[in-house]
Each structure stands twice: as structure tokens, then as C-alpha cells.
């Protein structure tokens, strides 16, 4: 089985300012046929169910702000909020899905500083 | 639009089965690459992916629960049942019902609210 390891497992960030969250796999997620990487990323609010971010690790998805934005490769991916908002504050899940199970990181709590 | 609702029992007994419908809308489990699956979510702790079925009714389930798992669908009702087998209080949880538009993978562009069950005597 793929683990997933997120880091940190929270983060404060001062309004305005940039919020960086990795995420690492056990093994690559890269399909080397297809040249994609097999991992998404999910926010989520208290009380609500995930929000689909990013997929491909680096697609946002339609209607995401462009100030999330996922990047890497293999092994090490990072999603990027460039400038932090109040309503950005989560926890934040990255997913691979090259193989089953599917598995999550263990999230970062995103606060304000 | 898209959307999914859980339904089924807020609390189980401890050895009980616990059976989950999927009640969903705007698309349909016939439709090629489509799937539709179950996780959940430990109060206060990450996501668990549990099981998922496709519009082939090709069925992957999560190997340290795989013995007490069950996915069905039912494409005339639009709907997708659950059933975990000899619940345990370790099995208390919110239950999310979720779409995957991605045939190469499971992962979810639309997600139900999600109902929580409790495991207790």
C-alpha cells in the first residue's frame, strides 16, 4: 500500500501571505505511460464534506480560486495558496489514486497567524 | 447538477450490520467511467477510502476491510448500498457517499454531505 505523509500537520499563515503544503508517497504515483501524477488534492471546512482542488496533482479544478495552485512529481508534491484568505482556512488532504487502495494523507490544519 | 445523499442508521450495535444507501442524481452509474464510492471519516481524524463500484460494475473494496464489505448498485433507483458487517465501535464515523469521473482512478469530484454513525451498545 501507498502511505501518504503530509507536512506540517498545521501551519499558521498571516493573512495576505503564502501557505506551502507538502505531501509525500511511499512510492512514485507517476505513470510513466501516460506521464501524469496520480494524486489530488481536497480542502475541507468544518462541518462539510472534501472539496475537490486539484487533480493530476497540478489541474485546478473548475471554479478553484487561481491562488491555489499543485505542483511535483513522483513523490513530492506541494499545493500553494499565494496569498491566504480568510475563507482558505482548512484542513487540507492530498489523495493518490495511481493504485489501490487509495489512500490520504493525514491532513494540515491551516490556520491564521 | 451532481448530487449524492447518504442515507441509513445514525447508531448500530456493537456486531451489527450496517447498511448504507447512496441516493444520487444528475448523472447516471450507466454512463462510461463513471464510479461511485464510500469513505469516511473518523470524528476528528483523516479520510478512509472503504470501497467503490463503476458503471461496469467492476468493484474494489479496501483490503483490511474487504472481508466485512459489501458495494452494490441498483442503476434503475439511481442508487449505490453499503453494507460493513459486524460493526465495531472503531467503525464510528461520518460515512461520505462520493463520484468519480476518472475511469484510471478513484477520486472524488462530488461528494454527498455525509451522515454519521455511531457504534455503540
Known amino acids: 500500500d501507498i502511505v501518504m505523509t503530509q507536512s506540517p500537520d498545521s501551519l499558521p499563515v498571516s493573512l495576505g501571505e503564502r501557505a506551502t503544503i507538502s505531501c509525500k508517497s511511499s512510492q512514485s504515483v507517476l505513470n510513466s505511460s501516460n506521464k501524469k501524477n496520480y494524486l489530488v488534492w481536497y480542502q475541507q471546512k468544518p462541518g462539510q464534506p472534501p472539496k475537490l482542488l486539484v487533480y493530476w496533482a497540478s489541474t485546478r479544478e473548475s471554479g478553484v480560486p487561481d491562488r491555489f495552485s499543485g505542483s511535483g512529481s513522483g513523490t513530492d508534491f506541494t499545493l500553494t495558496i499565494s496569498s491566504l484568505q480568510a475563507e482558505d482556512v482548512a484542513v487540507y488532504y492530498c489523495?493518490?489514486?495511481?493504485?489501490?487502495?487509495?489512500?490520504f494523507g493525514q491532513g494540515t490544519k491551516l490556520e491564521i497567524k | 447538477q451532481i448530487t449524492l445523499k447518504e442515507s441509513g442508521p445514525t447508531l448500530v450495535k456493537p456486531t451489527q450490520t450496517l447498511t448504507l444507501t447512496c441516493t444520487f442524481s444528475?448523472?447516471?452509474?450507466?454512463?462510461?467511467?463513471?464510479?461511485v464510492g464510500w469513505i469516511r471519516q473518523p470524528p476528528g481524524k483523516a479520510l478512509e477510502w472503504l470501497a467503490v463500484?463503476?458503471?461496469?460494475?467492476?468493484?474494489r473494496y479496501s483490503p483490511s476491510l474487504k472481508s466485512r464489505l459489501t458495494i452494490t448498485k441498483d442503476t434503475s433507483k439511481d442508487q449505490v448500498v453499503l453494507t460493513l458487517t459486524n460493526m465495531d465501535p472503531v467503525d464510528t464515523a461520518t460515512y461520505y457517499c462520493?463520484?468519480?469521473?476518472?475511469?484510471?482512478?478513484?477520486?472524488?469530484?462530488?461528494w454527498g454531505q455525509g451522515t454519521l454513525v455511531t457504534v455503540s451498545s
Open positions: 489523495q493518490q489514486f495511481y493504485s489501490t487502495p487509495v489512500s
Open positions: 463500484i463503476y458503471w461496469d460494475d467492476d468493484k
Open positions: 444528475g448523472f447516471s452509474l450507466r454512463t462510461s467511467g463513471v464510479g
Open positions: 462520493a463520484h468519480s469521473r476518472e475511469p484510471s482512478g478513484f477520486w472524488v469530484d462530488y
